[in-house]
């Protein structure tokens, strides 16, 4: 990461969101209201990397999601 670093934007950590949490199981209309995005810009962040996030990532995530979901 920090080889990159310069290429990173606040635009790379709405991409990592969106493809964590489809990742995690979310769906498309569940994504955009947890980001607050229109659903038809969610498909736009989604690439086919989401299934190459690591164990320990997607389990922190669908954990959240999780308590998100509960607490709600």
């Not at 949490?21 to 086919?48: C, H």
């Amino acid at each position: 990461m920090r080889i990159n670093i310069n290429r990173l934007v606040s635009h790379s950590n709405r991409v990592t969101a969106a493809v964590a949490l489809r990742a995690a199981g979310l769906s498309i209309a569940d994504i955009a209201f947890r980001l607050r995005w229109n659903a038809t810009s969610v498909e736009t962040y989604l690439r086919e990397c989401y299934q190459c996030i690591g164990d320990l990532t997607q389990k922190a995530i669908a954990g959240a999601a999780n308590l998100a979901a509960h607490a709600a």
